[in-house]
């Protein structure tokens, strides 16, 4: 059976935090690295509250709001000229975008999931209490003044929330508090989802909401994915069985990053990668040949 290996977590030069690679450069070196398939999934942050940092993209080097949805004509024009030019290359190329979530703006995210005809809907939590936590400058006004209980019931709440909308196909990162939470938490940073992941899985599972491997943890310094395996293991026990893997690159080089490794993982629990078209999930996996 042909391998079959996907990045479905990829930052083109429209994220604001991305280098100048486009959607083109990314496309060919997943050719090169014989990748079977990349989704693209620019950031939307719509948070009003953090309208001055965040609610931005880029087209064509320059800032646009990211509520002035023009944007996305020319997103999807480009990935729509890739998906031509690739046609025979064995490359699938899809429109996903990586939407942050808070309380409050569920309306707007709708508005942006129901004007275009995306692939894939990425839901993440970057933000609590209106802070960035995935970020190095910002996240120690959270996480400096917040004690581990604070933590978890702030976060866990908004990923509930996040995934009652009914909004997202899949939800990347799930611990990414981790990330920053660690130099604050320690050690604790790794079980306070004990008690409080469980119900979001539930959750989760009852919709049909997938959960990402996310490898960028590793950039970070971190030992394990986004999740940790221990969280893995209570997803699959939860009975989902939608999984994504991707590098969140925001530069070329960053592109299949630890991929090979997130499938090995996905394999040893006996799940399934998945890839998307037009937000249905299709299993794409050693044991499952469907998307072949
Ligand atoms: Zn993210
Ligand atoms: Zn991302």
Redesign the pocket.
């Given at each position: 059976m042909k391998h079959v290996k996907t990045d479905y977590?990829?930052?083109p030069n429209y994220?604001i935090d991305a280098s100048p690679a486009t959607i083109k450069d990314y496309c060919y070196k997943a050719i090169d690295l014989e990748l079977t398939e990349i989704c693209f999934?620019t950031?939307v942050e719509l948070d009003p509250k953090r309208k001055d940092k965040e609610n931005f993209v880029m087209v064509k080097g320059e800032k646009r709001s990211v509520y002035d949805f023009n944007w996305l004509d020319n997103y999807f024009e480009e990935i729509s000229r890739m998906q031509d030019e690739l046609k025979t290359s064995g490359l699938k190329v899809k429109a996903g975008v990586?939407i942050g979530f808070c309380q409050g703006i569920e309306h707007e995210i709708e508005k942006v999931v129901n004007s275009y005809p995306f692939d894939y809907v990425?839901g993440?939590i970057h933000c609590l209490d209106h802070i960035s936590i995935s970020s190095k400058k910002e996240s120690p006004h959270y996480f400096g003044s917040r004690e581990a209980a604070q933590v978890r019931a702030d976060y866990f709440a908004v990923l509930m929330e996040a995934v009652k909308t009914g909004l997202f196909d899949c939800i990347?990162?799930v611990d990414l508090y981790r990330r920053y939470g660690i130099g604050y938490l320690g050690p604790e940073v790794d079980t306070i989802h004990r008690g409080a992941i469980e119900p979001v899985f539930d959750e989760m599972k009852r919709r049909g909401v997938g959960l990402e491997i996310?490898t960028?943890s590793r950039r970070r310094g971190l030992k394990e994915f986004h999740p940790t395996k221990e969280i893995l293991s209570i997803a699959v026990e939860a009975g989902i069985q939608v999984f994504t893997v991707?590098s969140?690159a925001?530069s070329l080089d960053e592109l299949g990053e630890g991929i090979d490794e997130a499938l090995a993982v996905l394999d040893e629990l006996n799940v399934c990668n998945h890839v998307f078209t037009r937000r249905q999930p299709v299993p794409c996996c050693k044991s499952k040949g469907e998307c072949l």
């Open positions: 977590h990829v930052h994220s999934c950031h990586e990425l993440a990347a990162h996310n960028s991707g969140d925001h």
